[in-house]
């Protein structure tokens, strides 16, 4: 690729050993762990709520509706305009409230109350597109396949992994960069990365991959709104 490319397998290990101390504020992904705890179903519906909304603001929309319906079955019998009320906060929430609950029906009537582990048949759910189905396949099922969202977009860019201009194109050259053996986790160790330290405007001053990182310019020093030892 002529640019000096991040040294894949050591920037895993140090991010399986970091995640662990990040708060979950910081890391907001770990808001949605909380939440789902990797139950297919609360997953499925908390992926498809944080289409264009941040995590911080899912977890505690779906940690309330699943107080009310916790399964397909309550979901899907639910009154859309209960639905609606109780997700109001986030973006889009009129089409959102009828995608979970149409997602909720699918199961019941076509999955045998069994969210699929087919891609195929999860993309014919409304809301799941390939990026929903292959974070939801890694992260609940275990599968082999990358999930790429704008932070995997972004940080694989930056670590010059691959040189795309969209997520789509993104997943497609890491599936031949990537070893096998990261597919799974890459998702939810990197995305982590790009809610704590790696965004938009990177604070390179407090990346445990500063060291290894080819991204430049870098951001090396901590603004005034920042000075202070980062929380963990």
């Known amino acids: 690729m002529g640019k000096k490319q991040i040294d894949i397998h050591r920037a895993m290990e140090i991010l399986k050993r970091e995640f662990p101390r990040w708060s979950k504020e910081r890391a907001t992904v770990k808001m949605m762990m909380e939440v789902h705890q990797f139950d297919p179903f609360k997953h499925l519906i908390m992926t498809i709520l944080s289409a264009q909304t941040r995590d911080d603001m899912t977890a505690p929309v779906a940690k309330k509706l ?58 014919k759910i409304p809301g799941v597109g390939r990026k929903v189905a292959n974070v939801f396949l890694s992260h609940v099922y275990g599968r082999d396949v990358i999930g790429v969202d704008v932070h995997v977009h972004r940080i694989s860019n930056r670590w010059n992994l691959v040189r795309t201009k969209t997520p789509e194109q993104t997943e497609k050259e890491l599936y031949k960069v990537l070893p096998k053996e990261y597919w799974r986790d890459y998702n939810l160790y990197v995305v982590a990365l790009g809610q704590a330290i790696c965004g938009a405007k990177p604070k390179c001053y407090e990346c445990p991959l500063r060291d290894i990182c080819p991204y430049e310019p870098k951001n090396l020093e901590p603004s005034r709104k920042s000075v202070g030892a980062p929380s963990r």
């Open 66 to 123: 699943f107080q009310v319906a916790d399964t397909p079955e309550k979901l899907s019998k639910m009154p859309i305009e209960e639905i609606e009320k109780i997700i109001k906060p986030l973006g889009f929430y009129r089409k959102k409230a009828r995608y979970i609950k149409e997602a909720a029906r699918m199961i019941v009537e076509e999955f045998g109350g069994k969210v699929p582990d087919d891609p195929r048949l999860l993309m």
